[in-house]
């Protein structure tokens, strides 16, 4: 099948394709840029959350409710589940065929784990493109699932346009949070298994928290027990809130733009990148050797990578 | 003070030098490939530890022990804390001064925060850089640990010589490690807080999953107490025994080799990606809008931005 033919079946909602395309994107690789052409008059008109938190949090089971919610109203849906560490193609021990069973016969519903390491752009890259392909597809709400310890939490918040933080009660005061580094992406947090002692205490301290950060959104935080299913209808009007602020106050707009330009920058980037280990792979290992012995630095090597590549272009 | 100097203090043993030193490298930036020039005959000296895992593992109060373990030995220890997703330096919360009080006014010991967002190339730049500082500067022993959620831990596996993974008896099962991608990228896991129930029963399977993987060196497993200072001395010989195990088997030269060719392309890479932002900061703002509007692909952008980038070379 010719790029053309793959992009114009994407389009059309052939699954098998939407599959396939994002194993390309997932390798990275020269012929992805092609095809990302072809699917992108397509594109544009999706809303992708975010979903993150420590491992055991229970994001998959809140997944697999809100995807459960967005169906409700007929919206066509998404699921990535992004492994930014594992090489491997859609994780050995959580494969799709385990993943959010309840939804697999729903032909409404798209699910797919991804591994971003052999992206030569990694997360930051395969993340949006993902997104692409999978609004071209036809899916409206696509939900963005980090798995792991590796939360890249930060690139899953700049790759969507609401990030949900998942924490459970119990997990410390209000400065593990802190630690985390959560407090600066969640848009939502979503305190989970509010069923367990100490959901109340871990609502509060959030809000203690947040209390003293700046002004415009503040995050909503909504309590859930996702196994359950409590609590997920207010955490979808929640959603819903924060997209009509952002869309009222233009930050929509702001923060997608803000998307697109690290996206071309980031390709411009990875294809030097890629220019360095490749036509440049002779002089980038005598350069290593240099600086292994010492004989060198690396900024000395760079240099002469960079002098190298000047010429030859 | 100009960089010549700053760089001589830093290897004189400064630690003014030194924290200033690590405060250009948290930022990036143009002056900083003239410093590590003229630092770089001074490294290559130390041998460097990473501690990683989930917030609340215990890894402070970890590296804190291990801090004073290296210094029964004399061994002069520079401890980095990276919060790979804060773009406020030192951490406003866990600032340098509320971390290791116990080693507060010890002058073998250097201990500093430091965010890794506003350097260009991100952790993976970062890290193996402030690691040159400290060893210039006479560190023998360098703890790297990550802070929060945003582990960013194959970052810190790449950047180090050996990589501590904590857990804590009770955090769920086998797979829960697993989906971590955890498995890949300790050298020796760590059960801290041994002493609360379960602890048995982690250990038993984190073996039997080590028991599935390949053969070459199968990553130790070693309970105990940080907070009690317990099991801290067979950790440091579990530390020393992988050190000699990737000596003897050319290991560890193959482990900074591929750091360093990795340092290189890094370098190369960000130097293009600022010479984007800067030297074609009105053509990318150009072709941003063209995308978002959807009258170009990011792919198409970028090739546009790749040819003035050639033009102008």
Same mark, same amino acid.
């Given at each position: 099948?010719?790029?053309?033919a793959l992009?114009?079946?994407?389009i059309?909602?052939d699954?098998?394709?939407?599959?396939?395309m994002?194993s390309?994107?997932?390798?990275?690789?020269?012929?992805?840029?092609r095809v990302?052409?072809?699917?992108?008059?397509?594109?544009g008109s999706?809303y992708?959350?975010?979903?993150?938190g420590?491992?055991?949090?229970?994001?998959?089971?809140?997944t697999?409710?809100?995807?459960g919610?967005?169906?409700?109203?007929?919206?066509?849906v998404a699921?990535?589940a992004?492994?930014?560490?594992?090489?491997?193609?859609?994780?050995?021990?959580?494969?799709?065929?385990?993943?959010?069973?309840?939804?697999?016969?729903?032909?409404?519903?798209?699910i797919?784990?991804?591994?971003a390491?052999?992206h030569?752009?990694?997360?930051s890259l395969?993340?949006?493109?993902?997104?692409?392909v999978?609004?071209?597809a036809?899916?409206?709400y696509?939900f963005?699932?980090?798995?792991?310890?590796?939360?890249a939490?930060v690139?899953i918040?700049d790759?969507?346009?609401?990030?949900?933080?998942?924490?459970?009660?119990?997990?410390?005061?209000?400065?593990?949070?802190?630690?985390a580094?959560?407090?600066? +992406?969640?848009?939502?947090?979503?305190?989970?298994? /509010?069923? *367990?002692?100490g =959901? $109340?205490? @871990?609502?509060? #301290?959030?809000?203690?928290?947040?209390?003293?950060?700046?002004?415009?959104?503040?995050?909503?935080?909504?309590?859930?027990?996702?196994?359950?299913?409590?609590g997920?209808?207010?955490?979808?009007?929640?959603?819903e809130?924060?997209r009509?602020?952002?869309?009222?106050?233009g930050?929509?707009e702001?923060?997608?733009r803000?998307? +697109?330009?690290r996206e071309?920058?980031?390709?411009? /980037?990875? *294809?030097?990148? =890629? $220019?360095v @280990?490749v036509? #440049?792979?002779?002089?980038?290992?005598?350069?290593?050797?240099?600086?292994?012995?010492?004989?060198?630095?690396?900024?000395?090597?760079?240099?002469?990578?960079?002098?190298?590549?000047?010429l030859?272009?």
């Amino acid at each position: 099948m010719n790029s053309d033919a793959l992009a114009q079946r994407v389009i059309a909602g052939d699954r098998r394709a939407t599959a396939r395309m994002i194993s390309l994107v997932e390798k990275g690789g020269a012929g992805l840029g092609r095809v990302m052409q072809e699917l992108h008059p397509a594109t544009g008109s999706s809303y992708s959350i975010g979903i993150t938190g420590a491992p055991g949090a229970g994001k998959s089971t809140l997944t697999e409710r809100l995807v459960g919610r967005a169906r409700l109203d007929n919206h066509h849906v998404a699921v990535v589940a992004i492994d930014p560490s594992s090489p491997f193609s859609g994780g050995a021990l959580l494969g799709d065929r385990v993943r959010m069973q309840s939804h697999a016969t729903d032909s409404g519903v798209f699910i797919r784990s991804m591994a971003a390491r052999g992206h030569l752009g990694g997360l930051s890259l395969a993340a949006p493109e993902a997104v692409r392909v999978l609004e071209a597809a036809g899916a409206e709400y696509i939900f963005i699932e980090t798995v792991g310890v590796g939360q890249a939490e930060v690139e899953i918040s700049d790759a969507c346009d609401t990030t949900l933080v998942v924490v459970n009660p119990g997990w410390g005061d209000a400065v593990q949070t802190a630690k985390a580094g959560l407090m600066e +992406v969640a848009d939502i947090f979503v305190v989970n298994k /509010a069923d *367990r002692p100490g =959901a $109340r205490e @871990a609502v509060r #301290e959030l809000r203690g928290m947040l209390d003293l950060a700046d002004a415009g959104w503040k995050p909503a935080i909504v309590a859930i027990t996702a196994t359950k299913g409590e609590g997920i209808e207010e955490l979808w009007v929640a959603v819903e809130k924060h997209r009509g602020y952002q869309e009222e106050h233009g930050l929509l707009e702001a923060r997608r733009r803000a998307r +697109v330009e690290r996206e071309i920058k980031d390709i411009v /980037a990875e *294809r030097h990148r =890629a $220019r360095v @280990a490749v036509d #440049e792979a002779e002089l980038l290992a005598c350069m290593t050797d240099e600086v292994v012995a010492r004989r060198l630095d690396p900024y000395s090597a760079a240099d002469a990578i960079d002098r190298a590549l000047n010429l030859s272009e």
